[in-house]
Nanobody
Framework: VRLVESGGRSVQAGDSLTLSCREFGRTVGGYAMAWFRRAPGKEREFVASISWTGGDATYADSMKGRFNVSSDRTVNTVYLQMTNLRPEDTAVYYC???????????????????WGQGTQVTVSS
């Protein structure tokens, strides 16, 4: 299983940005996916997850209302739409997915077995 993130770049505070993560190596659909991030000097933190059906999403409290996670199961891709970005959103954003199928996702990093290499998002004030 390979996860490839894209879309990260430098933006200004208040801008919007959409990240993509495509999974390769498994049959289409059937797996939850999640986004985490690691800011400079900080621990990795949960951002959002989406269930294998695409119908249930979970967000970290600080992301609610600004971030939206969605998926296109036909191309094994999950998206993270970020609005009203703040300098504190600066981080490397990672997507992840579990080995087990038909799960709902959630905030625990131990729920996920496969991780991408990350994409850098930098927000300037």
């Amino acid at each position: 299983v390979r996860l490839v993130e894209s879309g990260g770049r430098s933006v200004q505070a208040g801008d919007s940005l959409t990240l993509s993560c495509r999974e390769f190596g498994r049959t289409v659909g059937g797996y939850a996916m999640a986004w985490f991030r690691r800011a400079p000097g900080k621990e990795r933190e949960f951002v959002a997850s989406i269930s294998w059906t695409g119908g249930d999403a979970t967000y970290a409290d600080s992301m609610k209302g600004r971030f939206n996670v969605s998926s296109d199961r036909t191309v094994n891709t999950v998206y993270l739409q970020m609005t009203n970005l703040r300098p504190e959103d600066t981080a490397v954003y990672y997507c992840s997915t579990p080995r087990r199928a038909f799960t709902t996702g959630g905030p625990g990093a131990d729920l996920y077995d496969f991780w991408g290499q990350g994409t850098q998002v930098t927000v300037s004030s």
